[in-house]
């Protein structure tokens, strides 16, 4: 296959998602290529027990409120997946999955998109492919020596999984916290949660509403070249979500420091102290998926591609969306998603026309 459109948006998640609505009201011919067989992004993906931070009326994009979950004041991420796939029909958004994007190369006035099954070729290209497909694992003394089983956040799914067992949870923010607290809720598991300083807990009256207006407040402020005062929090600081708070209040969420190596049987702390464990869990975050855009040279020293707003610097025809700050305030976000997306969209159609 061989086609060419305005527009490709590489992903069909939530960002790929926000992008097409934006970009149908531009009426600019587009497609929209998941890596996935079936709505949701990565969402499908998450752990049993997942919430959002917000409650589902804060938590939409662009053009149809995400309907409330009965008897959930903060959804999960089945209902979530569930809104995705209805805004995807109810839009009428043309996705084409599964499709998976191998490269895209500039092509005189075009941009080229190489897929495993055929070729794109695109006036302007979003990428919307988001950070879930390229999970992060810092580099620990003694990895290959443990001889448990060791695994990342998405790879995580219950606490049923572990029982019988002791799980080291490694990392310090939310999803750290969320499973730890999902683990410390199941009768059988027993865990150690290890973060590098000790966890800061929003007060309980806050969650991803105040995130957002904190990171648009942020943006704002180092835009306007003043100093970024953190707004009502920092971001890196955990939502206490019902599980989490359940369990904090319990006494069940104590952290230790970070250990200093593994060994074959356990983690190995600076004191000498070590603790034999049978399963590594590494919240430890995430990098952007952007293997795709490769051919392109557009990466920095530090690996980064520069952007302005959500515009490549060095490739007008590039947008990216959903990637974190460095692409619209709280742009990973559902809630944070509407403002860039319709930046993009506009910014395309001026280049266009």
């Known amino acids: 296959m061989s086609a ?23 009426n600019l011919d587009f497609v929209i290529l998941d890596a996935q067989e079936s709505p949701g992004g990565a969402w499908r993906h998450m752990w049993d027990s997942l919430h959002l931070f917000s409650p589902a009326e804060f938590s939409s994009l662009p053009g149809r409120f995400m309907p409330p979950q009965h008897g959930e004041p903060y959804p999960e991420a089945a209902h979530v997946v569930d809104y995705l796939a209805d805004y995807e029909q109810r839009y009428g958004l043309p996705v084409h999955r599964p499709v998976q ?23 302007a290209v979003v990428s919307a492919t988001g950070t879930w497909w390229r999970p992060f694992v810092p580099a620990v003394p003694g990895q290959r020596a443990f001889t448990g089983r060791q695994l990342h956040t998405v790879d995580y799914r219950s606490p049923k999984d572990f029982t019988g067992q002791h799980v080291l949870v490694v990392g310090g923010g939310n999803s750290g916290a969320q499973i730890a607290a999902d683990l410390a809720a199941y009768d059988g598991v027993e865990h150690t949660w290890v973060t ?17 207006d904190a990171a648009t407040a942020r943006r704002r402020a180092l835009e306007a070249g003043r100093p970024d005062t953190g707004g009502v929090a920092s971001l890196g600081d955990i939502v206490a ?12 969420l104590v952290h230790a420091g970070m250990f200093e190596r593994l060994d074959a049987d356990g983690a190995v702390w ?39 707003g959500t515009r490549a610097c060095d490739e007008p025809r590039l947008h990216l969306l959903g990637y974190g700050d460095w692409t619209g305030p709280a742009s990973a976000t559902l809630i ?9 969209a506009h910014e395309i159609s001026r280049l266009l026309s």
């Not at 590098?196 to 957002?212: S, T, V």
């Not at 979500?241 to 069940?252: C, I």
């Not at 869990?281 to 051919?295: E, K, V």
Request: overall charge positive; aromatic content about 6%.
């Open 270 to 308: 600076p004191d000498g102290a070590r603790k034999d464990v049978d399963a590594v869990i590494w919240a430890t975050g995430f990098r952007p998926s952007l293997a795709h855009l490769t051919p392109l040279g557009l990466r920095d020293a530090r690996g980064h591609i520069p952007t302005e």
């Open 4 to 26: 060419a459109q305005d527009v490709v948006v590489i992903g069909g998640g939530q960002a790929g998602l926000a992008a097409g609505y934006h970009l149908r009201r531009r």
């Open 241 to 252: 979500v019902p599980p989490v708070r359940e369990a904090r209040d319990r006494g069940l």
């Open 336 to 344: 944070g998603l509407g403002r860039p997306a319709r930046d993009a």
């Open 101 to 123: 994007v191998r490269g895209v190369h500039r092509d005189g006035e075009l941009l080229r998109v190489e897929t495993d099954s055929g070729t794109w070729y695109a006036r």
């Open 196 to 212: 590098r300083r000790p966890p800061r807990y929003l007060p309980d009256d806050i969650d991803g509403r105040a995130l957002f």
